[in-house]
């Protein structure tokens, strides 16, 4: 059984170091091998791609461009130099009632999903970056949950042109369910059961399923059993519940047989730390050395 690779997610970590450059560079001098980055865009992909070099990191995955950040009053649901990077992306649901979260299942958008979705690619294509997390977008307020099927059909739709899209530049496409509990009342893709449907409607090789364990825990609470997705899942992400702190810090999940249960299942992707540090993210990293100490540190590759 091979150990898990870990990529750092410099939208979330490293809160105490301003932009991205500078995150990665802490991300790598921390040991990681790979990152991840929410929302790249404030930066330009060649400067991008020069800071994870200069850092010795693979870039493993970026998001879609999540749409207008402009709430109704005007307000922004990030603040400050570089939000749209990322750098404020882990005070998200504090914010949730403004903004777009992606425009892929969002009707009306069509437009401005594919034209984000050539941007990712480039994007991607320059930071050698090999997947795309495909943002759904969010239910209009006061919609019925139940009477969206417009949102599926336009999902449907957005996904099949991404699949072609990103099979020429051989890429992969990111299915994440979000969580309606805690995170996002009106996020439109919120179970790894109504994802797996969707992906097995559009049956592309190149679309796969992102299991952030948080948002699972969350709406179903049966992480053994959802294991049984792990032939279409691209990635993984990790956080703890219900603070979305550190694998390390207190709360309901038991990491080491989570991170066991994926070695013994053979899963070879990514387990990306998207979490919200509960103090110094160096600091808060002890769980991580603790298990590269115990299991070794494997190379990040793609």
Known sequence: MAPLRFSANVSWLFPELPGLPARLRAAGNSGFQAAEVGWPYAETPEALAHAAREAGLQLVLINTPPGEPWGPAGERWVAGPGALAGTEVHSLHRRREKGEMGLGAVPGRQASFREGLEQAALYAKALGCPRIHLMAGRVPQGADRA????????????????????????????????????????????????????????????????????????????????????????????????????????????????????????????????????????????WLCSYWDRRGHPQAGQ
């Open 147 to 286: 009477a969206v099927g417009e949102m599926e059909t336009v999902f449907l739709d957005n996904l099949r042109h991404a699949a072609e899209v990103l099979a020429r530049e051989n890429l992969v496409g990111l299915l994440e369910p979000i969580n309606t509990c805690i995170t996002d009342p009106q996020y439109f893709l919120d179970t790894p059961q109504q994802a797996a449907a969707i992906l097995q409607k559009v049956g592309r090789p190149n679309l796969q399923l992102q299991m952030d364990i948080f948002h699972w825990q969350v709406m179903d609470g049966n992480l053994t059993g959802d294991i049984q997705f792990l032939p279409i899942m691209g990635h993984v992400q990790v956080a703890q519940v219900p603070g979305q702190g550190e694998p390390g810090s207190p709360g309901e999940l038991n990491f080491p047989y989570l991170f066991q249960l994926l070695e013994d299942e053979g899963y070879k992707g990514f387990v990306g730390c998207e979490y919200q540090p509960q103090g110094d993210t160096m600091v808060g990293l002890s």
